[in-house]
Protein backbone atom coordinates (compact mmCIF):
# COMPACT_ATOMS: atom_id res chain seq x y z
CA UNK A 1 0.00 0.00 0.00
CA UNK A 2 0.91 3.62 -0.98
CA UNK A 3 2.35 5.80 1.96
CA UNK A 4 1.54 8.80 0.61
CA UNK A 5 -0.24 11.02 3.04
CA UNK A 6 0.89 14.73 0.72
CA UNK A 7 0.19 15.42 -2.57
CA UNK A 8 1.12 18.63 -3.90
CA UNK A 9 1.80 20.59 -7.36
CA UNK A 10 3.93 23.73 -6.78
CA UNK A 11 3.68 26.67 -9.18
CA UNK A 12 7.04 27.92 -9.09
CA UNK A 13 10.76 26.53 -8.54
CA UNK A 14 11.22 28.43 -5.30
CA UNK A 15 8.07 26.24 -3.60
CA UNK A 16 8.99 22.66 -4.62
CA UNK A 17 12.45 23.58 -2.84
CA UNK A 18 11.23 24.92 -0.21
CA UNK A 19 8.85 21.66 -0.08
CA UNK A 20 12.12 19.63 -0.24
CA UNK A 21 13.49 21.02 2.41
CA UNK A 22 10.86 20.37 4.84
CA UNK A 23 11.03 17.01 4.22
CA UNK A 24 11.73 14.03 1.14
CA UNK A 25 9.11 13.90 -1.26
CA UNK A 26 9.14 11.46 -4.62
CA UNK A 27 9.34 13.53 -7.35
CA UNK A 28 7.08 12.94 -10.49
CA UNK A 29 7.69 13.91 -13.91
CA UNK A 30 6.22 12.75 -17.09
CA UNK A 31 5.84 9.68 -14.89
CA UNK A 32 6.78 6.79 -17.21
CA UNK A 33 9.10 5.41 -15.03
CA UNK A 34 7.41 5.86 -11.57
CA UNK A 35 4.57 4.47 -13.33
CA UNK A 36 5.68 0.98 -13.82
CA UNK A 37 8.31 1.05 -10.98
CA UNK A 38 5.72 2.15 -8.34
CA UNK A 39 3.13 -0.61 -9.49
CA UNK A 40 5.89 -2.97 -9.41
CA UNK A 41 6.84 -2.31 -6.06
CA UNK A 42 10.52 -1.70 -6.71
CA UNK A 43 10.13 2.16 -5.82
CA UNK A 44 8.47 2.85 -2.18
CA UNK A 45 6.36 6.13 -2.32
CA UNK A 46 8.35 8.95 0.31
CA UNK A 47 5.45 10.38 2.17
CA UNK A 48 4.49 13.71 -0.37
CA UNK A 49 4.37 12.86 -4.15
CA UNK A 50 5.22 16.41 -5.87
CA UNK A 51 4.17 16.78 -9.16
CA UNK A 52 6.48 19.14 -10.81
CA UNK A 53 5.41 19.59 -14.16
CA UNK A 54 3.46 22.61 -13.10
CA UNK A 55 6.79 24.73 -12.97
CA UNK A 56 7.65 27.01 -15.59
CA UNK A 57 11.28 27.66 -14.39
CA UNK A 58 12.02 24.12 -15.34
CA UNK A 59 10.53 24.18 -18.91
CA UNK A 60 12.02 25.82 -22.28
CA UNK A 61 15.00 25.18 -24.30
CA UNK A 62 17.73 28.57 -24.72
CA UNK A 63 20.60 29.81 -25.35
CA UNK A 64 22.26 31.42 -22.45
CA UNK A 65 25.65 32.80 -22.95
CA UNK A 66 27.95 29.99 -24.50
CA UNK A 67 25.63 27.33 -23.65
CA UNK A 68 22.69 25.51 -24.39
CA UNK A 69 20.10 25.42 -21.51
CA UNK A 70 17.26 22.76 -21.63
CA UNK A 71 14.54 22.80 -18.55
CA UNK A 72 14.37 19.22 -16.98
CA UNK A 73 10.80 19.27 -18.43
CA UNK A 74 11.33 19.03 -21.68
CA UNK A 75 10.09 15.90 -23.31
CA UNK A 76 11.67 13.72 -25.32
CA UNK A 77 9.43 15.09 -28.22
CA UNK A 78 10.50 18.72 -27.86
CA UNK A 79 14.17 17.82 -27.58
CA UNK A 80 13.59 16.23 -30.90
CA UNK A 81 11.64 19.09 -32.72
CA UNK A 82 13.76 22.11 -30.86
CA UNK A 83 15.82 24.29 -33.75
CA UNK A 84 18.36 25.53 -30.76
CA UNK A 85 18.83 21.42 -30.52
CA UNK A 86 19.03 20.33 -34.24
CA UNK A 87 21.32 23.35 -34.88
CA UNK A 88 23.95 22.33 -32.05
CA UNK A 89 23.53 19.28 -31.03
CA UNK A 90 21.57 17.18 -33.07
CA UNK A 91 23.32 14.29 -32.11
CA UNK A 92 20.76 14.57 -29.16
CA UNK A 93 17.62 14.92 -31.09
CA UNK A 94 18.59 11.77 -32.99
CA UNK A 95 19.07 9.44 -29.79
CA UNK A 96 15.22 10.90 -29.52
CA UNK A 97 14.62 8.77 -32.77
CA UNK A 98 15.56 5.55 -30.74
CA UNK A 99 13.70 6.28 -27.57
CA UNK A 100 10.80 3.88 -26.88
CA UNK A 101 7.44 5.64 -28.80
CA UNK A 102 5.68 8.33 -29.70
CA UNK A 103 3.51 8.33 -26.81
CA UNK A 104 6.26 7.84 -24.31
CA UNK A 105 8.31 10.16 -26.26
CA UNK A 106 5.49 12.84 -25.50
CA UNK A 107 5.31 12.02 -21.80
CA UNK A 108 9.08 11.32 -20.79
CA UNK A 109 11.19 14.24 -19.34
CA UNK A 110 14.76 14.66 -20.12
CA UNK A 111 14.88 15.26 -16.26
CA UNK A 112 13.29 12.37 -15.48
CA UNK A 113 15.58 9.60 -17.99
CA UNK A 114 18.76 11.77 -15.58
CA UNK A 115 17.50 10.84 -12.32
CA UNK A 116 16.04 7.73 -13.20
CA UNK A 117 19.92 6.89 -14.02
CA UNK A 118 19.23 4.05 -15.79
CA UNK A 119 22.57 2.58 -17.59
CA UNK A 120 20.51 2.34 -20.65
CA UNK A 121 18.94 5.23 -20.62
CA UNK A 122 19.12 6.81 -24.27
CA UNK A 123 19.89 10.63 -23.66
CA UNK A 124 22.60 9.95 -21.02
CA UNK A 125 25.45 9.14 -23.59
CA UNK A 126 24.75 11.89 -25.55
CA UNK A 127 25.09 14.12 -22.69
CA UNK A 128 27.75 12.60 -21.92
CA UNK A 129 29.86 13.15 -24.67
CA UNK A 130 28.41 17.34 -25.17
CA UNK A 131 29.69 17.07 -21.81
CA UNK A 132 26.21 18.35 -20.43
CA UNK A 133 26.19 19.73 -16.54
CA UNK A 134 23.46 19.12 -14.16
CA UNK A 135 22.21 22.16 -12.79
CA UNK A 136 20.66 21.43 -9.67
CA UNK A 137 18.41 23.81 -7.31
CA UNK A 138 18.00 23.78 -3.27
CA UNK A 139 17.19 26.07 -0.51
CA UNK A 140 19.48 24.87 2.31
CA UNK A 141 18.89 27.57 4.87
CA UNK A 142 16.50 29.97 3.45
CA UNK A 143 18.10 31.04 0.26
CA UNK A 144 18.00 29.81 -3.22
CA UNK A 145 21.32 27.83 -4.06
CA UNK A 146 22.27 26.35 -7.67
CA UNK A 147 25.57 24.27 -8.10
CA UNK A 148 26.21 22.82 -11.34
CA UNK A 149 28.06 19.18 -11.43
CA UNK A 150 29.18 17.30 -15.12
CA UNK A 151 26.90 14.89 -15.66
CA UNK A 152 30.26 12.44 -15.96
CA UNK A 153 30.23 12.70 -11.90
CA UNK A 154 26.28 12.66 -11.41
CA UNK A 155 25.83 8.69 -11.62
CA UNK A 156 26.65 6.61 -8.88
CA UNK A 157 24.82 3.22 -9.54
CA UNK A 158 21.83 2.42 -11.06
CA UNK A 159 18.97 4.39 -10.13
CA UNK A 160 21.98 6.46 -8.24
CA UNK A 161 23.49 10.04 -8.67
CA UNK A 162 24.96 12.53 -6.52
CA UNK A 163 21.63 14.97 -6.43
CA UNK A 164 20.80 15.77 -2.62
CA UNK A 165 17.22 14.74 -1.19
CA UNK A 166 16.47 18.16 -1.33
CA UNK A 167 17.92 19.34 -4.68
CA UNK A 168 15.64 19.42 -7.70
CA UNK A 169 16.89 19.10 -11.23
CA UNK A 170 16.23 22.19 -12.56
CA UNK A 171 17.85 21.87 -16.16
CA UNK A 172 20.62 20.64 -18.47
CA UNK A 173 23.40 22.84 -19.35
CA UNK A 174 25.76 22.04 -22.60
CA UNK A 175 28.71 24.32 -23.74
CA UNK A 176 27.49 24.91 -27.51
CA UNK A 177 30.08 23.15 -29.34
CA UNK A 178 32.50 24.59 -31.31
CA UNK A 179 32.65 24.98 -35.19
CA UNK A 180 33.86 21.87 -36.86
CA UNK A 181 32.55 19.68 -33.76
CA UNK A 182 31.04 15.81 -34.69
CA UNK A 183 29.17 13.65 -33.09
CA UNK A 184 27.45 10.42 -33.67
CA UNK A 185 25.12 8.05 -31.57
CA UNK A 186 24.72 4.90 -32.20
CA UNK A 187 21.98 2.51 -30.04
CA UNK A 188 21.58 -1.53 -30.86
CA UNK A 189 18.46 -3.25 -29.67
CA UNK A 190 17.13 -6.17 -31.64
CA UNK A 191 13.78 -4.09 -32.58
CA UNK A 192 13.47 -0.93 -33.73
CA UNK A 193 10.83 0.82 -31.11
CA UNK A 194 10.02 0.23 -27.54
CA UNK A 195 13.46 -1.56 -26.55
CA UNK A 196 16.19 -1.26 -24.28
CA UNK A 197 19.76 -0.30 -25.23
CA UNK A 198 21.84 -3.68 -25.40
CA UNK A 199 24.70 -1.33 -25.87
CA UNK A 200 25.03 2.16 -27.00
CA UNK A 201 27.97 4.39 -28.41
CA UNK A 202 28.36 8.01 -28.22
CA UNK A 203 31.34 10.11 -29.78
CA UNK A 204 32.02 13.67 -30.20
CA UNK A 205 34.86 16.01 -30.89
CA UNK A 206 36.69 18.65 -33.44
CA UNK A 207 37.50 17.36 -36.54
CA UNK A 208 39.81 19.89 -38.19
CA UNK A 209 42.65 18.73 -41.20
CA UNK A 210 41.32 15.14 -40.81
CA UNK A 211 42.54 15.10 -37.11
CA UNK A 212 40.17 14.54 -34.39
CA UNK A 213 40.60 16.46 -31.01
CA UNK A 214 38.84 17.26 -27.77
CA UNK A 215 37.56 13.66 -28.53
CA UNK A 216 34.50 12.81 -25.67
CA UNK A 217 33.57 8.58 -26.15
CA UNK A 218 30.62 7.28 -23.74
CA UNK A 219 29.45 3.59 -23.72
CA UNK A 220 25.58 2.85 -22.09
CA UNK A 221 24.40 -0.31 -20.86
CA UNK A 222 27.81 -1.59 -20.14
CA UNK A 223 28.32 -0.53 -16.62
CA UNK A 224 26.00 0.05 -13.55
CA UNK A 225 26.29 3.28 -15.11
CA UNK A 226 26.69 5.21 -18.29
CA UNK A 227 30.30 6.09 -18.55
CA UNK A 228 33.40 8.13 -20.48
CA UNK A 229 35.59 5.46 -22.69
CA UNK A 230 38.73 7.08 -21.82
CA UNK A 231 41.02 4.68 -23.20
CA UNK A 232 39.35 5.05 -26.08
CA UNK A 233 39.23 9.02 -26.07
CA UNK A 234 43.40 8.93 -25.68
CA UNK A 235 43.43 6.11 -28.62
CA UNK A 236 41.75 9.10 -30.71
CA UNK A 237 43.13 12.17 -29.34
CA UNK A 238 45.18 14.27 -31.86
CA UNK A 239 45.03 11.69 -34.59
CA UNK A 240 44.26 10.92 -38.08
CA UNK A 241 41.41 8.61 -39.03
CA UNK A 242 43.59 5.94 -40.74
CA UNK A 243 42.60 2.59 -40.53
CA UNK A 244 45.29 1.64 -38.10
CA UNK A 245 44.13 4.53 -35.26
CA UNK A 246 40.41 3.39 -36.19
CA UNK A 247 41.44 -0.20 -35.52
CA UNK A 248 43.29 0.27 -32.08
CA UNK A 249 40.23 3.17 -30.92
CA UNK A 250 37.92 -0.29 -31.27
CA UNK A 251 40.01 -2.54 -30.00
CA UNK A 252 40.57 0.03 -26.74
CA UNK A 253 36.85 0.49 -26.36
CA UNK A 254 36.04 -3.63 -26.34
CA UNK A 255 38.94 -3.79 -23.90
CA UNK A 256 37.67 -1.00 -21.39
CA UNK A 257 34.27 -1.99 -21.15
CA UNK A 258 33.30 -4.73 -18.39
CA UNK A 259 29.57 -5.36 -19.37
CA UNK A 260 27.21 -8.42 -17.34
CA UNK A 261 25.63 -10.99 -19.21
CA UNK A 262 21.72 -10.35 -19.62
CA UNK A 263 18.34 -11.18 -20.93
CA UNK A 264 19.53 -8.55 -23.33
CA UNK A 265 22.73 -9.60 -24.55
CA UNK A 266 25.99 -11.35 -23.38
CA UNK A 267 28.92 -10.08 -22.14
CA UNK A 268 31.05 -11.18 -24.99
CA UNK A 269 28.48 -10.48 -27.47
CA UNK A 270 28.37 -6.73 -25.83
CA UNK A 271 32.20 -6.75 -26.38
CA UNK A 272 31.75 -7.61 -29.91
CA UNK A 273 29.25 -4.82 -30.65
CA UNK A 274 31.00 -2.05 -29.19
CA UNK A 275 33.98 -2.94 -30.85
CA UNK A 276 32.51 -3.39 -33.95
CA UNK A 277 29.83 -0.14 -33.48
CA UNK A 278 33.20 1.83 -32.92
CA UNK A 279 34.90 0.80 -35.49
CA UNK A 280 31.90 1.56 -38.25
CA UNK A 281 30.92 5.12 -36.65
CA UNK A 282 34.57 5.80 -36.61
CA UNK A 283 35.06 5.12 -40.10
CA UNK A 284 31.64 6.66 -41.04
CA UNK A 285 33.26 10.37 -39.06
CA UNK A 286 36.46 9.79 -41.30
CA UNK A 287 34.67 8.84 -44.79
CA UNK A 288 31.78 11.47 -44.08
CA UNK A 289 34.41 14.47 -43.22
CA UNK A 290 32.04 16.16 -40.90
CA UNK B 1 -7.02 3.69 1.76
CA UNK B 2 -4.88 5.64 -0.47
CA UNK B 3 -4.61 9.67 -0.18
CA UNK B 4 -7.22 10.92 -2.55
CA UNK B 5 -7.18 14.43 -4.55
CA UNK B 6 -9.59 16.09 -6.26
CA UNK B 7 -8.99 17.63 -9.65
CA UNK B 8 -10.33 19.16 -12.60
CA UNK B 9 -9.90 19.02 -16.31
CA UNK B 10 -12.12 18.53 -19.59
CA UNK B 11 -13.10 15.65 -20.91
CA UNK B 12 -14.42 15.48 -24.52
CA UNK B 13 -15.17 19.36 -24.31
CA UNK B 14 -16.85 18.34 -21.19
CA UNK B 15 -15.88 20.13 -18.21
CA UNK B 16 -14.69 16.99 -15.14
CA UNK B 17 -14.61 16.99 -11.59
CA UNK B 18 -13.53 13.48 -9.88
CA UNK B 19 -12.00 12.33 -6.65
CA UNK B 20 -8.73 10.15 -7.38
CA UNK B 21 -6.46 8.45 -5.53
CA UNK B 22 -2.88 10.24 -6.07
CA UNK B 23 -1.25 7.01 -7.09
CA UNK B 24 -4.22 6.09 -9.51
CA UNK B 25 -3.45 5.87 -13.06
CA UNK B 26 -5.33 8.35 -16.01
CA UNK B 27 -6.32 4.78 -17.67
CA UNK B 28 -7.84 3.16 -14.64
CA UNK B 29 -9.63 7.05 -13.71
CA UNK B 30 -10.99 7.23 -17.16
CA UNK B 31 -12.49 3.46 -17.04
CA UNK B 32 -13.39 2.73 -13.44
CA UNK B 33 -14.12 6.36 -11.86
CA UNK B 34 -15.19 8.23 -14.78
CA UNK B 35 -16.95 5.07 -16.60
CA UNK B 36 -15.53 5.32 -20.43
CA UNK B 37 -14.51 1.77 -21.28
CA UNK B 38 -13.36 3.09 -25.12
CA UNK B 39 -9.82 2.75 -23.94
CA UNK B 40 -8.43 -0.11 -23.24
CA UNK B 41 -6.14 -1.79 -20.84
CA UNK B 42 -3.61 -4.05 -22.24
CA UNK B 43 -0.48 -3.87 -20.89
CA UNK B 44 -0.67 -1.34 -18.42
CA UNK B 45 3.21 -0.46 -18.91
CA UNK B 46 3.62 1.56 -22.00
CA UNK B 47 4.65 -1.29 -24.36
CA UNK B 48 0.94 -1.83 -26.16
CA UNK B 49 -0.58 1.65 -27.13
CA UNK B 50 -4.11 0.31 -26.03
CA UNK B 51 -4.74 2.78 -23.91
CA UNK B 52 -3.56 5.89 -25.62
CA UNK B 53 -5.50 9.21 -25.27
CA UNK B 54 -4.95 12.57 -25.85
CA UNK B 55 -3.32 14.98 -23.65
CA UNK B 56 -3.56 18.65 -24.70
CA UNK B 57 -3.49 17.28 -28.20
CA UNK B 58 -0.66 15.64 -27.33
CA UNK B 59 -0.79 11.38 -27.57
CA UNK B 60 0.52 9.77 -24.27
CA UNK B 61 -0.14 6.11 -22.77
CA UNK B 62 -2.76 6.42 -19.84
CA UNK B 63 -1.74 3.51 -17.97
CA UNK B 64 1.72 5.59 -17.22
CA UNK B 65 0.22 8.96 -16.79
CA UNK B 66 -0.59 9.83 -13.15
CA UNK B 67 -4.70 10.86 -13.13
CA UNK B 68 -3.93 13.53 -10.80
CA UNK B 69 -1.48 15.30 -13.84
CA UNK B 70 -4.78 15.41 -15.86
CA UNK B 71 -5.82 18.51 -13.05
CA UNK B 72 -6.40 21.66 -15.54
CA UNK B 73 -5.24 19.88 -18.72
CA UNK B 74 -7.30 18.81 -21.72
CA UNK B 75 -8.21 15.31 -22.26
CA UNK B 76 -9.18 13.22 -25.35
CA UNK B 77 -10.42 9.64 -25.20
CA UNK B 78 -11.56 7.43 -28.60
CA UNK B 79 -15.42 8.49 -27.54
CA UNK B 80 -14.43 12.03 -27.93
CA UNK B 81 -13.24 11.32 -31.85
CA UNK B 82 -16.87 10.91 -32.53
CA UNK B 83 -17.43 14.66 -33.28
CA UNK B 84 -13.94 15.13 -34.64
CA UNK B 85 -13.65 14.96 -38.53
CA UNK B 86 -10.59 13.33 -38.60
CA UNK B 87 -11.84 11.09 -36.48
CA UNK B 88 -14.89 10.21 -38.76
CA UNK B 89 -12.24 9.90 -41.62
CA UNK B 90 -10.10 7.30 -39.48
CA UNK B 91 -13.07 5.13 -38.34
CA UNK B 92 -14.68 5.07 -41.67
CA UNK B 93 -11.04 4.13 -43.14
CA UNK B 94 -10.71 1.18 -40.54
CA UNK B 95 -14.07 -0.28 -41.60
CA UNK B 96 -13.42 0.07 -44.78
CA UNK B 97 -10.02 -1.33 -45.02
CA UNK B 98 -10.78 -4.40 -42.95
CA UNK B 99 -8.25 -2.92 -39.88
CA UNK B 100 -10.19 -4.30 -37.66
CA UNK B 101 -10.00 -7.88 -36.59
CA UNK B 102 -10.50 -8.32 -32.30
CA UNK B 103 -11.19 -4.43 -32.39
CA UNK B 104 -8.83 -4.29 -28.82
CA UNK B 105 -5.98 -2.17 -30.53
CA UNK B 106 -8.52 -0.34 -32.29
CA UNK B 107 -8.75 2.67 -30.28
CA UNK B 108 -5.52 3.08 -29.27
CA UNK B 109 -4.86 2.64 -33.16
CA UNK B 110 -6.92 5.89 -33.82
CA UNK B 111 -6.41 7.76 -31.36
CA UNK B 112 -2.60 7.72 -32.39
CA UNK B 113 -2.82 7.88 -35.95
CA UNK B 114 -5.42 11.03 -34.99
CA UNK B 115 -2.37 12.47 -33.45
CA UNK B 116 -0.59 11.41 -36.30
CA UNK B 117 -2.95 13.02 -38.89
CA UNK B 118 -2.85 16.47 -36.59
CA UNK B 119 1.12 16.79 -37.11
CA UNK B 120 1.43 15.16 -40.48
CA UNK B 121 -1.70 15.27 -42.58
CA UNK B 122 -0.01 13.80 -45.30
CA UNK B 123 2.29 10.97 -44.14
CA UNK B 124 3.90 8.05 -46.05
CA UNK B 125 3.40 4.89 -45.41
CA UNK B 126 6.91 4.39 -43.55
CA UNK B 127 5.58 7.83 -41.27
CA UNK B 128 2.66 6.25 -40.92
CA UNK B 129 4.79 2.78 -39.51
CA UNK B 130 6.76 4.41 -37.01
CA UNK B 131 3.97 6.83 -36.29
CA UNK B 132 2.34 3.78 -34.60
CA UNK B 133 5.32 1.95 -33.74
CA UNK B 134 4.10 2.11 -30.07
CA UNK B 135 0.67 -0.01 -30.63
CA UNK B 136 0.60 -3.84 -31.02
CA UNK B 137 -2.08 -5.78 -33.01
CA UNK B 138 -1.55 -9.22 -32.43
CA UNK B 139 -4.86 -9.89 -35.25
CA UNK B 140 -4.20 -7.95 -38.57
CA UNK B 141 -0.35 -7.95 -39.00
CA UNK B 142 -0.56 -3.98 -39.32
CA UNK B 143 -0.83 -3.91 -43.01
CA UNK B 144 -4.63 -2.93 -43.59
CA UNK B 145 -4.18 -0.51 -40.26
CA UNK B 146 -1.64 1.34 -42.69
CA UNK B 147 -3.82 1.07 -45.11
CA UNK B 148 -6.98 2.41 -43.24
CA UNK B 149 -4.68 5.47 -42.23
CA UNK B 150 -3.16 6.40 -45.79
CA UNK B 151 -6.67 5.79 -46.68
CA UNK B 152 -8.37 8.48 -44.22
CA UNK B 153 -5.32 11.02 -44.79
CA UNK B 154 -6.07 10.90 -48.48
CA UNK B 155 -10.10 11.33 -48.12
CA UNK B 156 -11.95 14.67 -48.51
CA UNK B 157 -13.76 16.43 -45.84
C1 LIG C 1 7.61 0.99 -22.34
C2 LIG C 1 8.73 1.91 -21.97
C3 LIG C 1 9.79 2.10 -22.87
C4 LIG C 1 10.86 2.94 -22.55
N1 LIG C 1 11.86 3.09 -23.46
C5 LIG C 1 12.93 3.87 -23.16
C6 LIG C 1 14.00 4.03 -24.09
O1 LIG C 1 13.97 3.52 -25.22
N2 LIG C 1 15.07 4.77 -23.71
C7 LIG C 1 15.14 5.35 -22.48
O2 LIG C 1 16.13 6.02 -22.19
N3 LIG C 1 14.13 5.26 -21.60
C8 LIG C 1 13.03 4.52 -21.90
N4 LIG C 1 12.00 4.39 -20.98
C9 LIG C 1 12.11 5.03 -19.65
C10 LIG C 1 11.44 6.40 -19.48
O3 LIG C 1 10.43 6.63 -20.41
C11 LIG C 1 12.46 7.54 -19.55
O4 LIG C 1 13.47 7.33 -18.60
C12 LIG C 1 11.84 8.94 -19.34
O5 LIG C 1 12.73 9.93 -19.81
C13 LIG C 1 11.53 9.25 -17.88
O6 LIG C 1 11.01 10.57 -17.78
P1 LIG C 1 9.69 10.89 -16.94
O7 LIG C 1 9.48 12.35 -17.02
O8 LIG C 1 8.57 10.04 -17.38
O9 LIG C 1 10.18 10.45 -15.50
P2 LIG C 1 9.41 10.12 -14.14
O10 LIG C 1 8.91 8.73 -14.18
O11 LIG C 1 8.44 11.18 -13.80
O12 LIG C 1 10.65 10.22 -13.15
C14 LIG C 1 11.76 9.34 -13.24
C15 LIG C 1 12.62 9.48 -11.99
O13 LIG C 1 13.31 10.72 -11.97
C16 LIG C 1 12.94 11.52 -10.85
N5 LIG C 1 12.83 12.90 -11.38
C17 LIG C 1 12.17 13.27 -12.52
N6 LIG C 1 12.38 14.57 -12.78
C18 LIG C 1 13.21 15.05 -11.79
C19 LIG C 1 13.80 16.33 -11.53
N7 LIG C 1 13.60 17.39 -12.34
N8 LIG C 1 14.59 16.47 -10.44
C20 LIG C 1 14.81 15.39 -9.62
N9 LIG C 1 14.29 14.16 -9.82
C21 LIG C 1 13.49 13.99 -10.90
C22 LIG C 1 11.66 10.91 -10.33
O14 LIG C 1 11.51 11.09 -8.97
C23 LIG C 1 11.84 9.45 -10.70
O15 LIG C 1 12.62 8.80 -9.74
C24 LIG C 1 10.88 3.60 -21.29
C25 LIG C 1 9.81 3.44 -20.41
C26 LIG C 1 8.74 2.60 -20.73
C27 LIG C 1 7.60 2.46 -19.76
S1 LIG D 1 -2.13 -0.48 -21.47
FE1 LIG D 1 -1.03 1.33 -21.70
S2 LIG D 1 0.46 0.84 -23.16
FE2 LIG D 1 -0.48 -1.10 -22.80
S1 LIG E 1 -7.43 -6.13 -34.21
FE1 LIG E 1 -7.05 -7.55 -32.60
S2 LIG E 1 -5.33 -6.61 -31.62
FE2 LIG E 1 -5.53 -5.43 -33.37
Known sequence: MTAIENYIAPTSLEQAVELLAAGEATILAGGTDLMPQSHAGRVKFKPTLMNIRRIPELKGIALDGGWLRIGALATISELMAAELVRRHCPVLAEAGDHFASGQIRNAGTLGGNICNASPAGDTLVPLLVLDAQAELVSKPNGSLRTRTLPLAQFFTGPGRTRREPNELLAAVRIPVPPPGSIARFYKFGTRPALDISAISIGLAGVLRDGRLSQVRVAFGAVAPTPLRGTATEKALEGKRLTPETIAAAALAARDEINPISDVRASAWYRKELVHNMTKRMLENVAAAGN | ?157
Do not use: H, W
Open chain 2, 1 to 157: MSLQQEIEFTLNGVPTRVRVPVDMSALDMIRSVVGLTGTKYGCGEGECGACTILLDGVSVNACLLFAVDCDGRSVTTIEGLADDPIGQKLEKAFVEAGAVQCGFCTPGMVMQSRALLAKNPNPTREEIQRGIEGNLCRCTGYVKIVDAVAAAARAKE
